[in-house]
């Protein structure tokens, strides 16, 4: 019988596990700092002079927003003078990721060797733009002056390949789990061919310099991207998280179910509320895990904003999963 790590790693990697193992509990996880405010002010600035607003208590779960009105870039062609990007030489990434690291596995109380391990690098190549610029901004950039945006784009994918480099010199994780979103609940924010374009080639290089450096490339784009998902098979993407139900989710089983870990698959929309029954979150949980378990590829996730959710759903992951491959043998 694998250990949980094993099984989680079995899950990334293409191999049937022998259980899903509840990955709130043995997938432990630090963020890359400086792409976000989590103070306890309502407004903070990030590292690159970004404005952010808290939308609730616990930045960490309840979220926050690039605040209204505030601008760091306002003329996409003037952005090398505009930007100034984060001297990750002054910054103690080291020791804030190590010592993040330390805190979340004695808070696990739980041994690293037992554990799935993985950064997260918030703020991805479209995602540090427009909140530098704003969205319409940088959707209008696409447009007005597609040359510079692109050099914007390259020049935070050079960042990003920095700040991948050094978190694992700092914490050596099993995964790096990048962040980007490029879509809505029902379309990509620009067009599959936009993407392909200005986008698909800075993904390229963040997944070959990840999978040169041995580690498992997770990507974090919670929208539709139903009609990107060959592309980013293609270029290397060896996890989706989360897969929201928004997307095409039997066919993309059907068709690549083999070739990427799908990390998701719960109607959040659904049982996310206040008012949510138990027993509606707990059968939620296994519809998902009964259609896109089988033949592994396969981690149960959502993302939560209610901790009452959040409790049962690691309760029943755990214990549906751990029988999950023994019933349906």
């Not at 995964?175 to 809505?184: E, F, K, N, P």
């Not at 800075?202 to 997944?207: F, M, V, Y």
Request: glycine share 6%.
């Amino acid at each position: 019988m694998q250990t949980p790590r094993e099984a989680l790693i079995a899950a990334y990697t293409g191999i049937q596990p022998d259980f899903m193992p509840n990955p709130l509990k043995y997938n432990i996880g630090v963020v890359f700092p400086g792409d976000r405010y989590f103070g306890s002010e309502t407004t903070g600035i990030d590292a690159w002079g970004v404005n952010w607003t808290n939308l609730g208590p616990d930045p960490g779960l309840d979220g926050s927003t690039p605040t209204p009105g505030h601008k760091v870039l306002t003329d996409i062609s003037d952005w090398k003078n505009q930007v100034h990007f984060p001297d990750l030489e002054k910054m103690p990434v080291k020791d804030i990721l190590q010592g993040m690291l330390k805190h979340n596995l004695a808070a696990a109380n739980l041994d690293r060797s037992e554990v799935v391990t993985h950064c997260l690098i918030l703020s991805g190549t479209w995602e540090r733009a427009n909140e530098l610029m704003g969205m319409e901004d940088a959707l209008c950039a696409f447009y007005e002056d597609p040359d510079s945006l692109k050099d914007l784009f390259q020049a935070i994918t050079e960042y990003k390949i920095k700040c991948i480099s050094i978190a694992i010199e700092s914490i050596n994780p099993d995964i790096i789990h990048m962040h980007d979103d490029w879509g809505t609940s029902n379309a990509l924010f620009f067009s599959p061919q936009m993407w392909r374009e200005f986008l698909k080639p800075c993904e390229k290089r963040i997944a070959d310099h990840i999978h040169s450096l041995g580690k498992i490339y997770e990507h974090h784009s919670c929208g539709y991207i139903t009609p990107i998902i060959p592309d980013i098979i293609e270029i290397g993407i060896d996890a989706i998280n989360p897969l929201n139900v928004c997307n095409n989710l039997a066919w993309i089983k059907k068709e690549y179910g083999s070739k990427i870990t799908m990390i998701g698959g719960i109607d959040n929309q659904r049982i996310d509320t206040p008012d949510a029954k138990e027993c509606d979150i707990r059968a939620e949980i296994r519809r998902a895990m009964d259609l896109y378990a089988t033949g592994g590829r396969y981690i149960s996730s959502f993302v939560c904003t209610h901790r009452h959710v959040w409790d049962i759903y690691a309760d029943e992951a755990e214990r549906y999963g751990k029988n999950f491959y023994h019933m349906i043998d």
